[in-house]
Structures are given as C-alpha cells and as structure tokens.
Nanobody
Framework: QVQLVESGGGSVQAGGSLRLSCAASGRTFRSYVMGWFRQAPGKERDIVAAINSGDSTYYADSVKGRFAISRDNAKNTVYLQMNSLKPDDTAVYYC????????????????WGQGTQVTVSS
C-alpha cells in the first residue's frame, strides 16, 4: 500500500494555471501507474490523466492540449500541470496509484489520496 498526499489546489480565474502535486510514500514508486482523477458535485469520479513506469501517458479528451502529467521518481512525486483552465474543470482532484493495466481503467488503481479542490471562476 502507498500513501498519497495531494497539494496545489486552489481558486483561479478561467484561463489561468495551477500545478497539482502528489507525494507518495514507499520505495517502489517508480513501478506504479499514477493517475489523476476528478469529481465534480453530483458527478462520477473520472480519470483526467495517467502515467506509467515507462512514462507513457493517457489524457481524457476534455483536457488534451491543456493538461500535462509528469513524474519525478527521485522525489516520489507526480504532477499535473493544468493550463487554460475552464469553469468545467472545477472539481476535487484525486491522485491514485495502481499496478499494470490500461491507464484509463479506474480498476487498476488501489490507493487514493484525500483530494484537493480546484475551483475555476468565469
């Protein structure tokens, strides 16, 4: 099991940027698939972006070209750079860790952070 702690959320105007960070515990971070999910009030928790141990990435169509996921294995940290933010990006963002499998399948993710709020105003 890995403990995950997100940071970097906040309030921003439309068109602005935020960078989320997720710090992970454990010595096997580099082997994990890492994902960012988000959940808006009354909606399902959906995947936003993911990255595997080989640095292959996945992005939801709604964020392609605006968001970028990256990882620093030396720091046990995964990042989500969010640019050109829109009000529809408002949600609680969760970091998740998983083992092997399709990056966009939430079923491969077993460990979750507590979430960080992102609010984008128009």
């Amino acid at each position: 099991q890995v403990q995950l702690v997100e940071s970097g959320g906040g309030s921003v105007q439309a068109g602005g940027s935020l960078r989320l960070s997720c710090a992970a515990s454990g010595r096997t971070f580099r082997s994990y698939v890492m994902g960012w999910f988000r959940q808006a009030p009354g909606k399902e928790r959906d995947i936003v972006a993911a990255i595997n141990s080989g640095d292959s990435t996945y992005y939801a169509d709604s964020v392609k070209g605006r968001f970028a996921i990256s990882r620093d294995n030396a720091k046990n940290t995964v990042y989500l750079q969010m640019n050109s933010l829109k009000p529809d990006d408002t949600a609680v963002y969760y970091c998740a860790a998983g083992r092997n499998g399709p990056l966009n399948s939430r079923y491969i993710y077993n460990d979750w952070g507590q979430g960080t709020q992102v609010t984008v105003s128009s």
